[in-house]
């Protein structure tokens, strides 16, 4: 053997050897798999089935209102854990700093992504939609969307009670920290067209209106036929007095005073449920490079990056 290709037998262990060496320490990708979730995560297979389980108490908990079947969809759902905003920006490289997640629903495919070191509640929030646009597709205003999404997700969902509608402290801090938005906008407005600060408002008002409807049965059939209204072509301002008998800005002096209270929630025994048959698999150590590769090219978003995707393909 010549010294040259001796040489290059040595460089090229030693690059196969840190190769070796760099995948102990990349995260795994992990795959479970359910009748109804698809769940990628980059953590541990322990961390993989539990959050899966949960995510399945949290699916019966929120069908009975809705007055949904108990039935598995007919296509699992696809959610991407990863691990910290890096993850997420691998597939959306203009995801908003403050997004501890997001859902995407376009004509390729519908799926979650979300870190695993964030709340999991973001979580809950995005599988709101997700039951709410696969199972009414009909309009329905931007508040509404994000305050039951925001109302539910504050759910407690163990083997032996289930407790739904906390008191989201966040969102009254928010609301006694900043100004809040003219009931005609909030009513009015989409959940993602304004900054920061009034998307937080935005959310906290969507939320409290939420709650203040739901905890009361009367309220309930307002919302229903408010809903009703909007659905069947009304204005979501113009349908608020015909079916609260109130105002805008009476409502909004109600919400006022509602915030200053005692917020109820509800409290009831889990049901009994099967257990969640599934399977979770190791990906092959390559996802690590090429998985949210894959994702970014199935699931486009927003921005031109293709000069971007073609570089790093």
């Given at each position: 053997?010549?010294?040259?290709?001796?040489?290059?037998?040595?460089?090229?262990?030693?690059?196969?050897?840190?190769?070796?060496?760099?995948?102990?320490?990349?995260?795994?990708?992990?795959?479970?798999?359910?009748?109804?979730?698809?769940?990628?995560?980059?953590?541990?297979?322990?961390?993989?089935?539990?959050?899966?389980?949960?995510?399945?108490?949290?699916?019966?908990?929120?069908?009975?209102?809705?007055?949904?079947?108990?039935?598995?969809?007919?296509?699992?759902?696809?959610?991407?854990?990863?691990?910290?905003?890096?993850?997420?920006?691998?597939?959306?490289?203009?995801?908003?700093?403050?997004?501890?997640?997001?859902?995407?629903?376009?004509?390729?495919?519908?799926?979650?992504?979300?870190?695993?070191q964030g709340n999991e509640d973001t979580l809950l929030h995005e599988y709101v939609h997700h039951v709410m646009r696969q199972n009414f597709p009909v309009a329905a205003p931007a508040w509404f969307?994000?305050?039951?999404?925001?109302?539910?997700?504050?759910?407690?969902?163990?083997?032996?009670?289930?407790?739904?509608?906390?008191?989201?402290?966040?969102?009254?801090?928010?609301?006694?920290?900043?100004?809040?938005?003219?009931?005609?906008?909030?009513?009015?407005?989409?959940?993602?067209?304004?900054?920061?600060?009034?998307?937080?408002?935005?959310?906290?008002?969507?939320?409290?209106?939420?709650?203040?409807?739901?905890?009361?049965?009367?309220?309930?059939?307002?919302?229903?036929?408010?809903?009703?209204?909007?659905?069947?072509?009304?204005?979501?301002?113009?349908?608020?007095?015909?079916?609260?008998?109130?105002?805008?800005?009476?409502?909004?002096?109600?919400?006022?005073?509602?915030?200053?209270?005692?917020?109820?929630?509800?409290?009831?025994?889990?049901?009994?449920?099967?257990?969640?048959?599934?399977?979770?698999?190791?990906?092959?150590?390559?996802?690590?490079?090429?998985?949210?590769?894959?994702?970014?090219?199935?699931?486009?978003?927003?921005?031109?990056?293709?000069?971007?995707?073609?570089?790093?393909?």
């Open positions: 053997m010549s010294h040259v290709s001796r040489a290059f037998i040595a460089v090229l262990t030693l690059a196969l050897a840190g190769l070796a060496l760099l995948g102990v320490a990349l995260a795994e990708w992990r795959k479970a798999t359910t009748d109804r979730f698809v769940i990628y995560s980059e953590g541990s297979e322990a961390d993989l089935r539990e959050r899966t389980e949960r995510l399945h108490r949290f699916d019966l908990l929120i069908r009975a209102p809705f007055g949904l079947p108990d039935a598995a969809p007919p296509r699992p759902l696809t959610i991407i854990l990863s691990d910290g905003r890096r993850g997420m920006e691998e597939v959306w490289p203009g995801v908003p700093e403050n997004a501890g997640g997001y859902y995407s629903s376009t004509e390729h495919d519908i799926y979650a992504t979300l870190t695993r969307t994000e305050g039951v999404a925001n109302y539910y997700m504050t759910a407690k969902v163990d083997d032996r009670e289930t407790r739904v509608g906390y008191r989201d402290d966040w969102r009254i801090a928010t609301l006694n920290q900043y100004s809040w938005m003219p009931i005609e906008t909030m009513l009015t407005r989409r959940a993602l067209s304004a900054n920061r600060e009034q998307m937080a408002v935005f959310y906290a008002q969507s939320w409290l209106l939420t709650h203040y409807l739901l905890s009361d049965p009367t309220r309930l059939k307002q919302l229903e036929a408010y809903l009703a209204a909007v659905a069947g072509g009304a204005g979501s301002l113009d349908a608020v007095q015909p079916a609260f008998g109130v105002t805008p800005r009476e409502l909004e002096t109600a919400l006022r005073r509602y915030r200053m209270g005692t917020m109820q929630y509800a409290v009831y025994p889990t049901p009994p449920s099967p257990p969640v048959q599934m399977t979770v698999e190791t990906l092959s150590p390559s996802a690590d490079a090429l998985f949210a590769l894959y994702i970014r090219l199935n699931y486009p978003q927003r921005g031109p990056d293709n000069a971007e995707v073609l570089a790093r393909v």
